[in-house]
């Protein structure tokens, strides 16, 4: 009975993933293998001939992979220096509830900030360019393409990996580094030996997590790329909203397909190290 009763906390949990997340994927792919006429077919894979289809997920993986490792690097080195302040003291709580915050702003009102901010008539551009002779858009309007969305998904990059790779830091036991310097040790070999080797696992599986993150994000794109299907999710909008017909939405489903098999080979490897670290973290 206290099984039973434990088990009944998670069904609400359990109903949102099965109802805004398992039933829309599975739906969406479903789509993928659904002809106009209703049946079943393969013809819709077709899609994937295209070079245009091929450069959106390259696209997609080259932004979501050096905003990853950027988020990660950065994210990590805030880590560290936060190991250095007290647990209980006011920066560690603003940058607590700063991350948390930050890690989920993303969408139109992120795109919004970065318009009004850097954008091409905003404040700051114009401020730069008449009084410091700087022009931000000497080379065009960088901000709406896809190497432009690399400065606003590291806005929410960055606070995730803190987020996320803190508890890895926190589970560096100081007897190690002690027993190191008792055993002769000195600091580099006890970064080298002892502390990269256990946090590896724990960084390389935040850096996945990010990635996965950066990989699925839709509307801070949509919102600042409004001409072109440059990434794979809007890809995935164009051939819903596209003016050619219902084929065009069959084919998003095969492309969702796509995005689902990447995003489940990499939750599948950062289930793994996640595994891994924990074996550290207990």
């Known amino acids: 009975m206290k099984r039973l009763v434990s088990a009944l906390g998670l069904v609400p949990f359990a109903a949102y993933v099965l ?21 079943f077919t393969l013809k819709n894979f077709s899609v994937y001939s ?55 702003f993303g969408g139109v009102m992120l795109a919004f900030a970065f318009m009004v901010t850097i954008g091409a008539q905003a404040f700051l551009t114009v401020f730069l360019k008449n009084h410091l002779g700087i022009d931000l858009y000497a080379g065009g309007n960088w ?8 400065l606003p998904y590291l806005y929410f990059q960055i606070p995730l ?30 970064w080298t030996r002892i502390g990269f080797p256990v946090l590896m696992p724990s960084f390389l599986g935040a850096l996945l997590l990010l990635f996965a993150n950066a990989f699925s994000s839709y509307a801070t794109a949509a919102a600042l790329i409004s001409q072109g ?30 995005m689902v098999v990447v995003m ?19």
Do not use: H, K
Not at 19 to 39: H, S
Not at 143 to 150: E, N, S
Not at 264 to 282: D, G, K, P
């Open 19 to 39: 109802l805004f997340l398992a039933v829309p994927t599975v739906l969406a792919v479903a789509r993928g293998f659904t002809a106009d006429t209703g049946g």
């Open 50 to 104: 295209s070079s245009v289809v091929w450069e959106t997920f390259w696209a997609s993986t080259w932004l979501s992979l050096v905003t990853a490792v950027i988020g990660a690097i950065l994210g990590a080195l805030a880590c560290w220096a936060l190991t250095g302040v007290s647990p209980d003291g006011w920066i560690r709580r603003v940058m607590d509830a700063a991350s948390s915050v930050l890690a989920q």
């Open 143 to 150: 901000l709406y393409t896809v190497p432009g969305l690399i």
């Open 161 to 190: 990996m803190i987020i996320t790779f803190m508890p890895a830091i926190q589970g560096l036991r100081p007897q190690w580094a002690e027993a190191a310097a008792t055993l002769g040790g000195t600091r580099f070999s006890y």
């Open 229 to 258: 299907a440059q990434i794979v999710p809007l890809q995935i909008r164009a051939a819903l909203i596209g003016e050619t017909g219902a084929s065009n939405a069959n084919s998003a489903g095969v492309l969702a397909l796509g």
């Open 264 to 282: 489940a080979v990499v939750m599948l490897v950062y289930s793994w190290l996640v595994r891994r670290a924990s074996r550290w973290q207990s």
